[in-house]
């Protein structure tokens, strides 16, 4: 028998409307999932907003203030695709009404507000995770199996690169995003938390790290009204951006595995430039998320001029199979968020962690601190 799960969505700009989405195709892509979410209500303090989506969409409710899904008892899940700086304070409020969370990362502005959203989860007894999606590629799970299985020996270093072009123009709004109150450590926080997550997920715990930062656009234009995603501004009174454009981050794992993590906002020519390349003593693997659906291999015993071959990920990996019926079908961005939708109602149904968890946002955030501070004062930083 199939049960019916009440969701709703806290913060409805483009992150809001996958979490949506999601929760519509989970059914269709995992049929025998017990659970079926149902769209209660969406929040969304910009007026009109929620109205919209849920004209869209097909929300029972939809309402301006967050705090009515927190009393709301036909709700039993909620996601939190709201800025940076309100995740603490929501994501506390919905685990102790009782209301499992999916939230997306970095959950919040500082390590204390991981921790906070974490230890509200585990005293409140509901289930958590957190949108880190690229580990989700089928392609990534296949690369974490070799490496994990000693397919390319013993790894000896890693690099990991995140680069975009959002916020590349000069003219992008002056929004929540470049303020470090609301906004928290910039690109670390948006980019290189996933590229910790990535890190972890393929080499396990990071021991140590030294880091820099940089600044490139020092100044933006403040927006006439409200925004959502990456908006334009010009002529409005000009702002400083408060945090950080660019991030590049030397590792050092417990394994003994070395690691560079580099990600930057404003890279102009770089759309959604993200990837890694993992070496090990016998081979490596190599993965672009512009090519989401291969992998790049290299295994034998040839050690120099050794060759790279491609895997076309298929339904033998991760959850492939779930998407399409033979190799090289190509899966998108938001199937890998569908799987995280998918992880985040089976650990609600059978009461297990499945995907990440809010123990992984903190050892994000714990690695974005050691950043920041080690940025400051250009040394390295123990993470244990």
């Given at each position: 028998?199939?049960?019916?799960?009440?969701?709703?969505?806290?913060?409805?700009g483009?992150?809001?409307?996958v979490?949506?989405q999601?929760?519509?195709?989970?059914?269709?892509h995992?049929?025998?999932?017990p659970?079926?979410?149902?769209?209660?209500?969406?929040?969304?303090?910009?007026?009109?907003?929620?109205?919209?989506?849920?004209?869209?969409?097909?929300?029972?409710?939809?309402?301006?203030?967050?705090?009515?899904?927190?009393?709301?008892?036909?709700?039993?899940?909620?996601?939190?695709?709201?800025?940076?700086?309100?995740?603490?304070?929501?994501?506390?409020?919905m685990?102790?009404a009782?209301?499992?969370?999916?939230?997306?990362?970095?959950?919040?502005?500082?390590?204390?507000?991981?921790?906070?959203?974490a230890?509200?989860?585990?005293?409140?007894?509901?289930?958590?995770?957190?949108?880190?999606?690229?580990?989700?590629?089928?392609?990534?799970?296949?690369?974490?199996e070799?490496?994990?299985?000693?397919?390319?020996?013993?790894?000896?270093?890693?690099?990991?690169r995140?680069?975009?072009?959002?916020?590349?123009?000069?003219?992008?709004a002056?929004?929540?995003?470049?303020?470090?109150?609301?906004g928290?450590?910039g690109?670390?926080?948006d980019l290189a938390?996933?590229?910790?997550?990535?890190?972890?997920?393929?080499l396990?715990?990071i021991?140590s790290?030294?880091?820099?930062?940089a600044v490139?656009?020092?100044?933006?234009?403040?927006?006439?009204?409200?925004?959502?995603?990456?908006?334009?501004?010009?002529?409005g009174?000009?702002g400083?951006v408060?945090?950080?454009?660019?991030?590049?981050?030397?590792?050092?794992?417990?394994?003994?595995?070395?690691?560079?993590?580099?990600?930057?906002?404003v890279?102009?020519?770089?759309?959604?430039?993200?990837?890694?390349?993992?070496?090990?003593t016998?081979?490596?693997?190599?993965?672009?998320?512009?090519?989401?659906?291969?992998?790049?291999?290299?295994r034998?015993?040839?050690?120099?001029?050794?060759p790279?071959?491609?895997?076309?990920?298929?339904?033998?990996?991760?959850?492939?199979?779930?998407?399409?019926?033979g190799?090289?079908?190509?899966?998108?961005?938001?199937?890998?968020k569908v799987?995280?939708?998918?992880?985040?109602?089976?650990?609600v149904?059978?009461g297990?962690?499945?995907?990440?968890t809010?123990?992984?946002?903190?050892?994000?955030?714990t690695?974005?601190?050691?950043?920041?501070?080690?940025?400051q004062?250009?040394?390295?930083?123990?993470?244990r």
């Amino acid at each position: 028998m199939v049960g019916k799960l009440g969701v709703a969505v806290v913060g409805f700009g483009w992150m809001g409307r996958v979490h949506t989405q999601a929760y519509i195709r989970v059914p269709h892509h995992f049929p025998r999932l017990p659970l079926r979410p149902e769209l209660v209500a969406v929040a969304d303090e910009v007026p009109g907003r929620a109205e919209e989506a849920a004209r869209q969409y097909g929300f029972a409710t939809a309402v301006r203030d967050w705090r009515e899904v927190a009393s709301d008892p036909r709700i039993q899940a909620v996601s939190i695709a709201a800025p940076n700086f309100l995740h603490r304070e929501i994501g506390v409020a919905m685990a102790e009404a009782g209301k499992h969370i999916w939230i997306e990362k970095p959950v919040g502005l500082t390590v204390g507000d991981a921790r906070a959203v974490a230890g509200a989860v585990a005293k409140a007894g509901v289930r958590g995770t957190v949108g880190f999606n690229y580990r989700n590629a089928p392609a990534v799970e296949a690369a974490r199996e070799l490496v994990a299985s000693g397919g390319i020996g013993t790894v000896t270093h890693v690099r990991i690169r995140l680069f975009s072009d959002y916020a590349a123009h000069p003219e992008s709004a002056l929004t929540w995003r470049y303020e470090r109150a609301r906004g928290g450590s910039g690109v670390l926080g948006d980019l290189a938390s996933h590229g910790v997550d990535l890190a972890r997920f393929l080499l396990g715990e990071i021991e140590s790290l030294a880091a820099d930062t940089a600044v490139f656009i020092p100044e933006r234009a403040r927006p006439a009204g409200a925004t959502a995603g990456h908006t334009r501004a010009t002529g409005g009174e000009p702002g400083p951006v408060e945090n950080e454009d660019y991030v590049n981050c030397l590792l050092r794992f417990v394994s003994g595995a070395r690691g560079v993590l580099e990600a930057c906002r404003v890279s102009v020519g770089e759309q959604n430039s993200y990837g890694f390349e993992v070496h090990g003593t016998e081979g490596a693997v190599f993965w672009d998320f512009r090519r989401m659906g291969e992998l790049g291999v290299s295994r034998g015993a040839f050690y120099q001029d050794q060759p790279v071959s491609t895997l076309y990920v298929g339904p033998g990996h991760g959850e492939y199979a779930a998407f399409q019926p033979g190799a090289a079908n190509a899966m998108g961005y938001d199937d890998l968020k569908v799987i995280e939708a998918y992880h985040f109602l089976r650990s609600v149904a059978e009461g297990t962690a499945y995907g990440p968890t809010l123990d992984d946002a903190v050892h994000s955030a714990t690695a974005l601190h050691a950043m920041s501070r080690s940025a400051q004062l250009r040394t390295w930083v123990d993470l244990r």
